[in-house]
């Protein structure tokens, strides 16, 4: 009998085993993760939002596109608008583009030395709260190990993440994390996510009850590897339904794609001319 007892423990610790070995590579990607978060400040990149707003039918209504020019201006990022519904911009709207440029860039350039600044710590407080929310992850959600893929080519773990029983959000961004289950794809060989699935499990309140994100909406993100040395968003697709204030009902989908990625020179103060080969 002492075999089958044998047997039967291991059999039993077996899900436990994977839990915790599931739970240390999305450790890890959460760690390179951060890297790349703190490199990503160093790259200019191009970035196109197509968003489709559809009936209760799911009929396309409406279609609007941007792209924007995503550049350094003085240690931050600031979005240009190049092109709109996949068209230049009119000679108006590109001075008025301008106009906008330059009063943020003399802005700027007056606060450069004062790293006290209202503005440059309003825009640190955003990264680090961004980062903490991310930080929650770990907490959040138990982990498990359902497959493996090979994504462009290259293995890839498959983690499934479900909402952990008794977590307590430490804030009421992290709350959202109690309503959401998803997948993540981590590559094998540099522990980086390369893919995330997740869905919305039960309605999100956003704000004073301004918006609502409803059950059944969700979110798909991939990355990719940029000048050998960070990975980089390539593509975000989400679709949501919920409701804008009290009256309008949201029903759209979103699809962004990342290009272009540029290394910004650091003795350069507003723009990057350094291309990626």
């Known amino acids: 009998m002492?075999?089958?007892?044998?047997?039967?423990?291991?059999?039993?610790?077996l899900p436990a085993a994977a839990d915790d070995a599931?739970?240390?590579?999305?450790?890890?990607?959460?760690?390179?993760?951060?890297?790349?978060?703190?490199?990503?400040?160093?790259?200019?990149?191009?970035?196109?939002?197509?968003?489709?707003?559809t009936d209760a039918k799911g009929a396309v209504t409406s279609t609007k596109s941007r792209t924007h020019e995503v550049v350094i201006l003085y240690g931050r990022p600031f979005s240009r608008l190049v092109e709109k519904d996949g068209k230049p911009?009119?000679?108006?709207?590109?001075?008025?583009?301008?106009?906008?440029?330059?009063?943020?860039?003399?802005?700027r350039k007056r606060e450069q030395e004062d790293a006290a600044s209202k503005e440059h710590?309003?825009?640190?407080?955003?990264?680090?709260?961004?980062?903490?929310?991310?930080?929650?992850?770990?907490d959040?959600?138990?982990f498990r190990l359902?497959?493996?893929?090979?994504p462009a080519g290259r293995p890839a773990w498959i983690?499934?993440?479900?909402?952990r029983p008794g977590y307590k959000p430490r804030d009421a961004s992290s709350r959202i994390l109690t309503k959401l289950r998803g997948r993540l794809w981590i590559?094998?060989?540099?522990?980086?996510?390369?893919?995330?699935?997740?869905?919305?499990?039960?309605?999100?309140?956003i704000g004073l009850v301004l918006a609502k994100v409803s059950k059944g909406s969700w979110i798909h993100a991939e990355k990719r590897r940029v000048n050998g040395e960070v990975w980089l968003p390539s593509r975000v697709n989400l679709a949501l339904d919920g409701r804008l204030a009290v009256f309008k009902k949201l029903r759209t989908t979103v699809e962004i794609t990342y290009s272009d990625y540029r290394k910004f020179q650091a003795d350069s103060k507003v723009v990057a001319t350094q291309a990626i080969p």
């Open 2 to 13: 002492k075999p089958a007892i044998l047997i039967c423990a291991f059999l039993l610790a």
């Open 89 to 107: 911009l009119s000679d108006a709207d590109r001075r008025k583009e301008q106009e906008r440029e330059d009063k943020e860039i003399a802005a």
């Open 140 to 142: 959040a959600f138990d």
């Open 159 to 163: 983690i499934e993440g479900v909402p």
């Open 121 to 138: 710590r309003n825009f640190e407080k955003r990264r680090a709260e961004s980062r903490k929310f991310v930080g929650e992850i770990l």
């Open 146 to 150: 359902v497959g493996e893929e090979a």
């Open 22 to 53: 599931a739970r240390d590579i999305v450790r890890k990607a959460l760690d390179r993760d951060n890297l790349d978060f703190q490199r990503a400040r160093d790259y200019t990149y191009r970035q196109q939002q197509i968003t489709r707003e």
């Open 187 to 205: 590559d094998k060989e540099a522990y980086e996510w390369i893919r995330i699935e997740s869905e919305v499990t039960g309605d999100i309140s």
